[in-house]
Nanobody
């Protein structure tokens, strides 16, 4: 069982930055690939970024490439999402998720555990 707790969301103006954190419980964090997803009102949940269990490779959705960076610190059981040059269309609830496996995955159904989400609102 892995419990995930996100933090760092909030209200920011367009062009601003936020850093999301996701703290995981348990001793096996390094065995999990991690992902960040988001869901805007009336839309389906979509992948934002994911990272291998050892942090060696990452995946980004086209909509965030060059603006967002996913990283992890396995010693701290934490995964991060640095979000720069934020746009109003980035407004959503952001979720972190854990997949028991090595490779970064982009599909939500591959993930075994989910956090409760943190709201990110970008004003124009």
């Amino acid at each position: 069982q892995v419990q995930l707790v996100e933090s760092g969301g909030g209200l920011v103006q367009a062009g601003g930055s936020l850093r999301l954190s996701c703290a995981a419980s348990g001793r096996t964090f390094s065995m999990y690939a991690m992902g960040w997803f988001r869901q805007a009102p009336g839309k389906e949940r979509e992948v934002v970024a994911s990272i291998r269990s050892n942090g060696g490779s990452t995946y980004y959705a086209d909509s965030v490439k060059g603006r967002f960076t996913i990283s992890r610190d396995n010693a701290k059981n934490t995964v991060y999402l640095q979000m720069n040059s934020l746009k109003p269309e980035d407004t959503a609830v952001y979720y972190c998720a854990a997949h028991r496996g090595f490779y970064a995955r982009s599909e939500a159904k591959a993930y075994d555990y989910w956090g409760q989400g943190t709201q990110v609102t970008v004003s124009s």
